[in-house]
């Protein structure tokens, strides 16, 4: 191995500059050249390759997003988009892959290994919705930024006597809303992969009410049945004690300066991805797995659907 490329692909977070930093200085202490690729897939289907070295790499780690940018790009959905990207990675002398993303940048990271080009993904995404890791990069930065939102959100909604209707991230996953709800002790939970009814969310707020709290927090996932902002209209009519209001968490929590814990994450999974390319490994992703680094066939992570562990489940049964 002489020379790997990097890229980060999807949406961003936080701890994907720490993993970055890492893939470029454990080649260079390899002796392996480092190619950096701009904005994910598009940007190496349009060759926009730059030499890295270690220094290129300095001060990031504490930096949210990405200094290699990211995109979505359709066009590298097609054969033809691959084929155009396959040719910049052999004509640039690349013999190595490193992708960091989501569930769909990992779709992408098998295409080209199923074509040849020898790759190791890294997964990125603050949904973690990833099969075969336990945490990817960048979710305890989003849940440290939801437990602050809803910490805030209660002061507010303590000294109205109100019920927050607070929306997280996770389009079919409900990772942060269920943790968020855990470690932020909200009253209910709506998750994409549960079926609800408005009447048993009123019914909920309103034995916070009747119970003699001051206020009421719920959390729902965007992709849940109703998002908070259709909730809260089903709840219009419907005399629940408190008032409600809708709060939108939204982007607010891809960014943000990442934790010690996605810092390490980050750095871990990049240095682990590395060294797996220069030992021959190809078509697999690095993951995390009874907090030992793992190696995991990248067919097995884009086949298999990750499900919402039980255990958390009955957790926020337990201690709402
Ligand atoms: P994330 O990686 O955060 O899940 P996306 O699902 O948008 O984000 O995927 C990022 C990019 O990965 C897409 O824009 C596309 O270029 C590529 N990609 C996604 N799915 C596939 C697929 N099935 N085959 C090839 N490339 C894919
Ligand atoms: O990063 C994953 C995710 O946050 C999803 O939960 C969300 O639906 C989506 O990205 C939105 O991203 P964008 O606005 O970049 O399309």
């Known amino acids: 191995m002489k020379k790997i490329g990097v890229l980060t692909s999807g949406g961003d977070a936080p701890g994907m500059n720490s993993c970055i930093r890492a893939v470029v200085r454990t080649a260079i202490k390899n002796n392996v050249e480092v190619v950096g690729i701009s904005e994910g897939y598009q940007g190496l289907i349009n060759g926009d390759l730059a030499d890295m070295d270690a220094?290129?790499?300095g001060g990031i780690i504490q930096q949210g997003g990405t200094i290699l940018k990211t995109a979505r790009s359709e066009e590298f959905k097609t054969k033809k988009g691959q084929r155009e990207?396959?040719?910049?990675i052999n004509e640039s002398g690349i013999d190595g892959m490193v992708i960091i993303g989501g569930d769909g940048s990992l779709r992408g990271a098998r295409a080209l290994a199923e074509q040849g080009i020898k790759v190791v993904g890294v997964p990125a995404s603050i949904d973690n919705d990833i099969y075969g890791t336990k945490m990817s990069i960048g979710v305890d930065t989003a849940l440290n930024t939801i437990i602050r939102a809803i910490d805030q959100l209660r002061d507010t909604a303590s000294s109205h006597n109100r019920a927050f209707l607070v929306e997280t991230m996770g389009r079919n996953c409900g990772y942060l809303a269920l943790i968020g709800s855990i470690i932020g002790g909200a009253e209910y939970v709506l998750l994409p992969e549960i079926e609800y009814n408005v009447q048993d969310v009123a019914g909920v707020i309103e034995e916070s009410y009747m119970k003699g709290k001051n206020h009421a927090i719920i959390v729902v996932a965007e992709g849940a049945m109703f998002n908070a902002t259709r909730l809260s209209q089903g709840l219009k009519d419907l005399d629940v004690g408190f008032k409600t209001r809708v709060t939108i968490l939204g982007h607010v929590q891809r960014g943000g300066s990442p934790t010690a814990f996605d810092r390490l994450l980050g750095s871990r999974l990049g240095t682990k991805a590395v060294?797996?390319?220069?030992?021959?490994?190809?078509?697999?992703?690095?993951?995390?797995?009874?907090h030992k680094m793992a190696v995991v066939p990248l067919a097995e992570v884009v086949d298999q659907k990750r499900a919402l562990e039980t255990e958390y489940l009955d957790l926020f049964k337990f201690v709402s």
């Open 85 to 88: 990207a396959i040719r910049e």
């Open 55 to 57: 220094r290129d790499v």
């Open 275 to 290: 060294q797996g390319l220069i030992s021959g490994k190809t078509d697999v992703m690095v993951g995390l797995q009874d």
